[in-house]
């Protein structure tokens, strides 16, 4: 792997998979479906509605492997919650904001992965930081964010819309 995000570390990112099965198997099978989709035009790490699982180099070489095992779960959250099918049930005005929504999926998501002990890379978003309680749905939280608040794209497996880089 270089330092300037040429090829993907694909024993550290399948090390990270397997721990994060490891320590829940309960979401193994959804963890394994997952296909691994090198690119450099991802921030981070984001799903499609298909199921591929698009993936920083860059991202991957900096993060640890117990932080790379959290976001495995939490992209695989997405899709297992449903959240492109239920992004589409959005008002069409909430829907053009892929942004928003997805912060407000984020903190659905995140908030239970940390109850339960998972490390996330610095920068995650929670609840608490736009002074919502922890346990709500992403609608819930949608109505609670600032009208311009900014974030991660976790891709179409998210919000239901593509993502430039899928």
Known sequence: MTSS????????LLAARYRAA???PYLASALYALTVVPCP??????????????????????T?????????????AHLLRDHHGRAGRLT??????????????????NDDLLAD??????????????GLPDGQLFEAYLDGLPPHVQGHDCGSGAHGRPAPWE
């Not at 117990?66 to 779960?73: R, S, T």
Request: proline share 5%.
């Open 64 to 76: 640890p492997v117990e932080e790379l095992a959290g976001v495995w779960v939490h992209e695989a």
């Open 22 to 24: 490891n320590d829940r």
């Open 41 to 62: 035009d991802v921030r981070t790490m984001g799903v499609d509605r298909h199921w591929r699982c698009y993936v920083s180099p860059v991202f991957v070489a900096t």
């Open 117 to 130: 002990g998972l490390r996330l890379p610095a920068g995650r978003v929670e609840p608490r930081l736009f």
């Open 92 to 109: 069409a005005a909430a829907q053009r904001d892929r942004y928003r929504v997805n912060v407000a999926q984020d903190c659905e998501i």
């Open 5 to 12: 995000g040429g090829d993907l570390d694909r024993t550290k």
